[in-house]
């Protein structure tokens, strides 16, 4: 199967030989890995109601 290294776009087979997968090469997996550290990448989350979040560890579920 073909794929793309998703650092510089060059296509490259998908094989167990790559020890780098999906990355064609060790520069291109540690161009990605210094830009996650940078945190250019981001995950996308939505705002969490205050109503939600966990106040000092009692849950309701857990009433004596």
């Given at each position: 199967?073909?794929?793309q290294c998703p650092?510089?776009?060059?296509?490259?087979?998908?094989?167990?030989?790559n020890p780098?997968?999906?990355f064609?090469?060790?520069r291109c997996q540690l161009i990605?890995?210094?830009a996650w550290a940078n945190e250019e990448y981001r995950v996308?989350?939505?705002?969490?109601?205050p109503s939600d979040l966990d106040q000092g560890g009692h849950r309701p579920d857990n009433e004596d």
């Amino acid at each position: 199967m073909q794929v793309q290294c998703p650092t510089c776009k060059k296509s490259l087979e998908w094989d167990e030989a790559n020890p780098y997968r999906p990355f064609c090469c060790k520069r291109c997996q540690l161009i990605d890995l210094g830009a996650w550290a940078n945190e250019e990448y981001r995950v996308p989350a939505e705002n969490a109601d205050p109503s939600d979040l966990d106040q000092g560890g009692h849950r309701p579920d857990n009433e004596d």
